[in-house]
C-alpha cells in the first residue's frame, strides 16, 4: 500500500440482490449500465432537483459497493432503504477501506471516474500504516475544479449542473427518470446557466463561505483553498474583475 493512502472519511456499503442495479436506476443521475464497465460517479437528488448526496457506485461481482462521505452515510442509506418496496434489495454496511493515490495502480484498483487527475481507488479489508507523507487532495480538488461533499456541494441547497456534475461524468441525459429529473434536464435544455463554480487565484486567506464581493456586489462565495488558489461559486456576471473575500483578493483563473 506504499503507494497510496487510506481515506479515512469514506464509508463503504454493499448493495445486493436481484434488483439492485434496476433499483438504483430509477433513483439516481447517472446510468447504471456504465457499471459494466468500470465505476460510476453519480448523485442523489431532491424531488425538486437539489444536491442530497454524492457517491462512486463500484462492480463487485454480483453485488454494487456504494462508496460515500462519511458525514452522510447513514442519512442516505436510510433514505435509500425507504425506497425499497417490494424490490429484491439490500444495503449493507462493510469492513471495507477506501485506498486511493497517483501513478501507477495496483492490481484490483479502479480509476476514479470524476477526473484523470484524482488517481485511483482500491477498495480493501486492509487497513495499513498512516501515509507519512500524505497527498494535498485539496489542491488537486482546487485545480480541477470538483467540489466535494460537506464543502461546495451543500445538501437542499446545490443544483448538480451549476457544481459541474456534467463535466464530472456524474450525470446521463439519455437514461430516463430518476429523482429529480424533470428540474435537471431543464435546466440542461432551457436555461443557460448563470453560476457554478469555478477555480480562482486568492492573493491572501479568507476562510470557507467568505462572501465574495465585485464593485461592492455580492459575486458568489469562496471555498476550498490551497496553494494560492480556491474553488469559488459565482455569479458569472459580476465575476469579470478582480473580487474581494474580506481581506483577499480574488480573480478567475486562467
Request: charged share 25%; hydrophobic share 45%.
Amino acid at each position: 500500500m506504499a503507494s497510496g493512502e487510506r481515506a479515512p472519511d469514506r464509508k463503504v456499503f454493499r448493495i445486493t440482490g436481484a434488483d439492485r442495479e434496476a433499483f438504483l436506476q430509477g433513483l439516481v443521475t447517472n446510468d447504471l449500465r456504465k457499471l459494466a464497465a468500470g465505476p460510476v460517479y453519480a448523485a442523489f437528488l431532491t424531488a425538486q432537483g437539489k444536491y442530497l448526496a454524492d457517491f462512486l457506485l463500484i462492480p463487485d461481482g454480483e453485488a454494487i459497493l456504494l462508496d460515500i462521505k462519511d458525514t452522510i452515510a447513514e442519512a442516505f442509506t436510510r433514505r435509500l432503504s425507504m425506497y425499497r418496496l417490494r424490490a429484491d434489495v439490500q444495503i449493507t454496511p462493510t469492513e471495507i477501506h477506501v485506498w486511493r493515490g497517483l501513478g501507477p495502480a495496483p492490481v484490483a484498483a479502479v480509476p476514479d471516474p470524476r477526473d484523470a487527475t484524482l488517481g485511483w481507488r482500491l477498495y480493501t479489508a486492509a487497513e495499513g500504516p498512516v501515509a507519512a507523507d500524505p497527498i494535498d487532495w485539496d489542491a488537486i480538488r482546487v485545480a480541477a475544479c470538483i467540489p466535494e461533499t460537506g464543502a461546495e456541494l451543500i445538501p437542499d441547497d446545490t443544483y448538480i449542473l451549476e457544481a459541474g456534475f456534467e463535466r464530472l461524468n456524474g450525470v446521463d441525459f439519455r437514461k430516463g427518470c430518476y429523482v429529480g429529473q424533470e428540474v435537471t434536464a431543464r435546466m440542461k435544455h432551457k436555461t443557460e446557466l448563470r453560476k457554478g463554480f469555478r477555480t480562482v487565484v486568492v492573493e491572501g486567506a479568507a476562510p470557507v463561505g467568505t462572501e465574495l464581493l465585485a464593485d461592492g456586489k455580492p459575486a458568489g462565495t469562496l471555498y476550498t483553498q490551497s496553494g494560492g488558489k480556491g474553488i469559488a461559486f459565482l455569479r458569472f456576471d459580476r465575476a469579470q474583475g478582480e473580487m474581494l473575500a474580506g481581506d483577499a483578493k480574488v480573480r478567475l483563473a486562467e
